[in-house]
Every structure is written in C-alpha cells, then in structure tokens.
C-alpha cells in the first residue's frame, strides 16, 4: 500500500467545477487551508472518501486573491472559506453566509497576509 499522497494543481476557474465533480462522486469536503508564500496564496482543498483521500491546490498572485466560494457546493466550506477571508485576506465571491470580514476578531486585521508580510518586513 503507497502512502504517497498526491496533490493536483488546478486553476482557480476549475475551483467549483472539480468542487462539484467530487459533490457528485459523493466525497465529503474534509478542510481548506491556505498558506501565505512569498509572493503568492496557495489554497488546498481535501475530499475524501471511502479512505481515500483527494487533494487539489489553487495557487493566487498576490495581486488577484480572490477565487469563487465552493459553500454552493459544500455548505461547510463558507465556514473555512470566512476564516481564511479573515486571516489572509483572500475573498470568496459567491459565499452562502458571509459574515465580511467578522468571523475572527484578531487584534490584526489578516494577520498572515502576504501584503501584510510585506509591510512589516516579516521574514519567512
């Protein structure tokens, strides 16, 4: 049995469509994460099912951070998809509950945002 795990790399257009693809093959969403990289988001979004795992990233310039909201999809997104908002920065057009920017209260607003990173002069 491989234990390799492998991550496909889609564009941020394909985002609702491969999102739907795994809606329909009956896998459940299982969590989002972003992470901040020096010039760039990178996004990536688990499915499961039946123990197997599926994984697909989108990558966002710095300058274009916004990708469309999956919660049509998968309702539990929005959850995921507010706090990454609020943490990064990222927007999510097209989210089912969207509570602009207050799902966190953080004494900084988007804390680990790139364009923050750059301000402050934070090193990775």
Known sequence: MSTEQKIELIKKEELKYKASYFKDANFRLVQIS????TDKYELTYCFEKEYIMEIIRVTLD?????????SEVFFPA???ENEIHDLFGINFPGLVIDFKGNFYQTAVKTPYSIIRKEASGAKE
């Open 34 to 37: 972003a992470t901040a990289l």
């Open 78 to 80: 929005c959850l995921y």
């Open 62 to 70: 710095m300058n274009d951070n916004a990708v469309s909201s999956i």
